[in-house]
């Protein structure tokens, strides 16, 4: 017979946890289906009187979730393998094995560091976001169990031993971020994008499109002067823009304070926060991307973010990334060197790539605005097809495979070569005509396309891939 598995419960204090979560979750969905909060705030003005009584219920049901939530979960330490038992309607039972968990985090929020306690959370290969959160661990065990997962060990040692040696280890690769680069966090995440997101919400619905029309109007006619309430306009929303820049400063901020990388052996790992601190760590085997992002305003700060993207990388969310946030040219070089990432000689694709998407919105500017306007689309549009292709280049050498694409920004993303997963070649009608082929190399953590190579390098990059990774005996995962 197999042995009783030990269950054991949270800590009453991770009720802050999960209601923190259900809150979470609300505003993720509220946020969702803002425009049609907004529709029916404006369509139903005249039961606004009842609001307080919604607010009621809602924070009732968020009490009522949190609870049960709490009440169902249920966690068992295993030598091989975490199990979870979680659910309020639908009972789900997940085992984790240690072998198949590509990430392990430790969060001291700020509400359990007076109780010396942490949350483990834990994300294995292709899952979305963090699969597995336990709220409540002291932080001795968190830490042992961190480590134990990252060296898949068959056994949990005590709290006091082996991860506290590795926590003091001398490190072979040390990165530190001043304040004054984790300023510039918030500055190159560019908020902005966010208030235009909001606005594209916002005016999709017709009756909120109407009603903030007709207040704006309303508003400009309450001055001497039209021109006077545009102008007062114009600076409330300046304001606006420069209160959610500071906002996302401090955000930033208060998220990647006192950042600190370092790597011991294969080990990786970075600690990070203000009121709650981050530490994230994973195993160099597991590592299947790395990416260089630079907007436009990290390209005039000569600023970039490096991200490293593991099995399942392709997700975007905050939980699923390695990041180091703001790299100048000097720590860029720095990272680079100790990834083994080559200096990269870029090579151009074929040119025959620059008319694509370029004579259909000429055609439809010069049909729907004017027939004048078409000229003038036509030169735009291929400058900036020009410009574009400009900075897309691909390189290989036999370890690395890389491609650099952008505009006003500019990404790199470097994959080891042998851990390619799926490789395909992609020709049309017209590239077949020309001589030219494209290539696309699958990941765990993306896909690398080199589009518009000639046909014989493509076909030498798919021959030397498909080698390098037959003739490949290393672990990739």
């Not at 009187?49 to 939530?69: D, E, S």
């Not at 990388?313 to 070089?333: M, W």
């Not at 518009?452 to 076909?459: P, Q």
Request: glycine share 6%; aromatic share 12%.
């Amino acid at each position: 017979m197999s042995p009783t598995i030990a269950w054991q419960r949270l800590p009453v204090i991770a009720l802050i946890f999960f209601f923190l979560s259900s809150l979470r979750l609300t505003a993720k969905h509220a946020y969702n289906a803002l425009p049609a909060f907004v529709a029916i705030f404006v369509g139903l003005r005249s039961m606004l009187q009842y609001w307080p009584y919604a607010l009621l219920a809602l924070i009732i049901i968020l009490l009522i979730t949190t609870v049960l939530r709490y009440r169902r979960f249920s966690f068992a330490l295993e030598p091989e393998r975490i199990r979870v038992r979680e659910g309020v309607f639908s009972r789900v039972e997940l085992n984790l094995d240690y072998e198949r968990i590509q990430q392990a985090d430790i969060r001291k929020p700020i509400w359990f560091k007076p109780f010396n306690l942490a949350i483990l959370q834990l994300q294995s290969a292709g899952s979305k976001g963090s699969e597995v959160e336990v709220a409540g661990l002291p932080v001795q065990l968190a830490e042992q169990l961190q480590y134990d997962i990252l060296q898949a060990t068959k056994a949990v040692a005590d709290e006091s031993g082996e991860a506290a040696a590795i926590g003091n280890a001398s490190a072979d690769f040390e990165l530190q971020l001043p304040h004054t680069e984790i300023l510039r966090v918030g500055l190159i995440q560019n908020a902005l994008i966010v208030a235009g997101v909001l606005l594209a919400l916002l005016f999709s619905n017709q009756v909120v499109s109407t009603f903030v029309v007709e207040w704006v109007e309303g508003f400009v006619a309450g001055y001497a002067s039209a021109w006077q309430g545009v102008m007062i306009l114009i600076g409330f929303g300046i304001a606006a823009l420069m209160v959610l820049m500071f906002a996302a400063v401090l955000f930033y901020f208060n998220q990647y304070y006192r950042y600190h990388l370092r790597r011991v052996g294969d080990r990786v790992a970075y600690t990070a926060g203000l009121i709650t601190h981050l530490s994230r760590s994973f195993r160099m085997p597991k590592l299947q991307l790395v990416e260089f992002r630079q907007g436009l305003v990290a390209r005039l700060l000569r600023r970039s973010q490096m991200r490293i993207l593991q099995a399942g990388g392709i997700n975007d969310k905050a939980e699923g990334r390695f990041t180091v946030p703001v790299l100048n040219i000097h720590n860029k070089a720095l990272v680079s060197n100790d990834l083994k990432l080559p200096t990269a000689k870029w090579q151009r694709v074929g040119g025959w790539i620059i008319p694509r998407y370029w004579l259909i919105p000429s055609l439809a500017a010069g049909w729907l605005i004017d027939l004048w306007a078409a000229p003038l689309v036509f030169f735009v549009m291929l400058l900036l097809r020009w410009l574009w292709w400009r900075n897309l280049g691909w390189y290989f050498d036999g370890n690395w495979i890389a491609v650099r694409q952008g505009l006003f920004g500019c990404t790199e993303r470097f994959a080891p070569a042998a851990k390619m997963q799926r490789i395909t070649l992609l020709s049309g009608p017209i590239q077949r005509r020309l001589g030219f082929c494209g290539v696309k190399i699958y990941t765990a953590g993306g896909a690398l396309t080199l589009p518009w190579l000639r046909k014989a390098t493509a076909d030498k990059v798919y021959a030397e891939m498909l080698a390098l990774t037959a003739n490949n005996n290393k672990r990739w995962m």
